[in-house]
């Protein structure tokens, strides 16, 4: 049985872009510094005009106008999103997803700003600053948690249990993995390994445990020919 694992990556610069919807969650709730009078603007333009006076860099400003619930919406770069509002509610509910999101953005009375350093800007615009909590630091017991063994400590050895084969097409395979460690795991851990000889290289993991024992699902795949041989090699461990 193939297993393949996929990992997605919210990269830097797409702040507007997920702006356009909603959800998103975080473990870090952001903190709120005291409010200062807030300002009413009439238009996004004057909100960044205001923001570069008080020293914010503008490279390149766009007025796009794309937030979900904003009235007017526009950008200096990958790194800001500015936004005005005629709907209290919407304000409030774009306040709310950046809250859980785990941005930084200092919130005024129809307007909002998503930038990395709110602080700086409060004082000449007013409102209020919200910044991301840190990340906590890991614990003693955290980050000691840590496998003592390493790739090169595991050997896995495939065996073939079922194979048919159809001439020169190739064989369908089903395999087993035993695994041989140098020493025993002192906690439970997750080996990933990859399985080479079959057609297509195949990613797959499993788990040890100190008593000993391998949990994972056998394998199946097509070889080119019958005299292929399959072997397998651990990767990566880490804690399971």
């Not at 941005?103 to 602080?119: H, Q, R």
């Not at 919200?130 to 003693?140: D, F, I, L, Y």
């Not at 097509?222 to 399971?240: E, Q």
Request: glycine residues 8%; proline residues 8%; aromatic residues 6%.
């Amino acid at each position: 049985m193939n297993h393949r694992t996929v990992v997605t990556f919210l990269a830097a610069g797409t702040i507007a872009s997920l702006l356009s919807g909603c959800g998103g969650q975080t473990d870090a709730p952001p903190q709120a510094t005291p409010t200062t009078s807030p300002t009413r603007y009439e238009s996004v333009a004057a909100l960044k005009d205001a923001a570069v006076a008080a020293g914010h860099p503008c490279p390149n400003w766009k007025q796009d106008n794309v937030v979900d619930g904003a009235k007017e919406s526009g950008t200096c770069s990958d790194a800001d999103v500015f936004m005005l509002f005629d709907d209290p509610n919407d304000l409030e509910r774009k306040a709310t997803f950046l809250t859980e999101f785990g941005s930084n953005f200092l919130l005024g009375e129809n307007w909002l700003i998503n930038t990395k350093d709110p602080a700086a800007l409060q004082a000449a615009l007013g409102g209020t600053a919200r910044t991301a909590s840190p990340t906590p630091t890991p614990t003693t017991a955290a980050a000691e948690a840590v496998p003592n063994l390493t790739p090169d400590d595991i050997q896995l050895e495939v065996f073939v249990t079922e194979k048919k084969c159809f001439g020169s097409a190739g064989c369908n395979v089903s395999y087993e993995i035993k695994p041989t460690v140098s020493s025993m795991p002192t906690m439970p851990i997750r080996i990933t390994y990859t399985v080479e000889g079959l057609e297509d290289e195949q990613i797959d993991s499993a788990t040890l445990t100190p008593e000993g024992r391998m949990n994972y699902e056998p394998g199946s795949g097509r070889t080119k020919s019958s005299k292929a041989t399959l072997t397998a090699k651990v990767t990566d461990v880490r804690p399971a």
